[in-house]
């Protein structure tokens, strides 16, 4: 039997605690902060946002588990300890987020908030629509996430491109990688889907300077971003000068420097802002306690962890 330690801030953990109960009796499942017991007996902790240092408590924990794909908070812990930490991989994470990437993709394509706001003003009028195929998306970030984005836009037609840091080869995909592919990439991209995680190398990357280089010549007529990343890659007042100058014709925000987005925040009502409450891939319970238990058996096995951050490249 393990201990099993739940720690989540900022999600109702009662959907968590049951099905980690459901799923696997034979263990202790405690919740913090009310069950915690010994901590001594804690073997693995799985988490969203815990407090800063508390995970230094628990002195024979053999695994953190991030409940979700991020893990860069954790790693901001300075005082996190020196065991494995895993991520969340998982196709219901995944499709839910290949979802919102098409929807939002679609939506800048389809200038669905042009008809929106047509539509208050009774306005019945069409605009010249391009096909998607002479529309380039560029993904920044061509992990689980990305890929799977990439590979349902092509199926919609959209030529696709790709930004990592290390060197990819993915048919029918133009892929560019590493400080010196951003600049090419950026240039042929109409809609930019950021995807990458937060470490030190992406902190800030969409700013005034890079929202710049992209092409808003393109059969579009204009440049537009997604960022379902993480808050700390983009600029926020980057974004809103680059909106009131026209290289930025749309965005879709889903994640914020500041969560929530403070109230006083002018992309609230900025009529080209789409805001979502970084709901773009639900964590659900139901699907990813299965993943989170799977790699503990692995383990308790003496089988290797699957998805386990790099502390040196932070994802
Ligand atoms: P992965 O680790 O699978 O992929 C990360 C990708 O980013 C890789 O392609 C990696 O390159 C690339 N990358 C990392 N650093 C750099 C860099 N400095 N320059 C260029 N490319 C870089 O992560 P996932 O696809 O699973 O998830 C991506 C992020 O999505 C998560 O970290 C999380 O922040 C966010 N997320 C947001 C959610 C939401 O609801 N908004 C939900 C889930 C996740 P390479 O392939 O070369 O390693
Ligand atoms: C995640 C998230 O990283 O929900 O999974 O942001």
Same mark, same amino acid.
């Given at each position: ?109 389809? @200038? ?198 790099? @502390?040196?490249?932070?994802?």
């Amino acid at each position: 039997m393990s201990n099993i330690l739940l720690a989540i801030v900022g999600w109702d953990s009662k959907g968590w605690e049951e099905r980690f109960r459901t799923l696997a009796p034979q263990h202790r499942i405690s919740v913090w902060p009310d069950q915690v017991g010994d901590p001594a007996g804690v073997h693995y902790a799985c988490v969203w946002h815990p407090p800063a240092g508390l995970l230094a408590g628990f002195h024979n924990l053999k695994a953190i588990f991030s409940l979700g794909a991020g893990a860069d908070d954790l790693l901001a812990d300075p005082t996190l300890p020196a065991v494995p930490v895993v991520r969340i991989v998982d196709a219901d994470l995944t499709m839910r987020m290949t979802e919102y990437v098409v929807l939002h993709v679609l939506m800048h394509h389809r @200038r669905q908030g042009l008809y929106d706001a047509q539509q208050r003003a009774r306005v019945w009028r069409e605009h010249e629509q391009p096909a998607a195929s002479d529309v380039s998306v560029g993904i920044m970030g061509l992990g689980v996430l990305g890929l799977s984005a990439a590979r349902m836009l092509q199926k919609l037609g959209f030529k696709v491109r790709g930004w990592s840091r290390t060197d990819k080869t993915l048919l029918g995909v133009a892929t560019f990688h590493g400080p010196d592919g951003l600049e090419p990439f950026l240039r042929g991209t109409e809609i930019l889907v950021c995807l990458l995680p937060a470490t030190p190398a992406t902190r800030g990357i969409i700013n005034l300077d890079t929202i710049r280089k992209l092409n808003a010549r393109g059969a579009l007529g204009g440049a537009y971003l997604i960022n379902a990343g993480r808050g700390s890659l983009q600029v926020d007042a980057d974004i809103l000068a680059a909106l009131d100058e026209g290289t930025l014709s749309g965005a879709t925000l889903d994640v914020f420097p500041v969560e929530p987005l403070p109230q006083a925040s002018p992309l609230w009502g900025h009529p080209k802002v789409t805001v979502t409450p970084h709901n773009a891939a639900q964590a659900v319970p139901q699907a990813l306690a299965t993943s989170v238990l799977r790699q503990i058996e692995h383990m308790e096995s003496g089988l290797p962890l699957e998805n386990v951050i790099d @502390r040196i490249t932070g994802y």
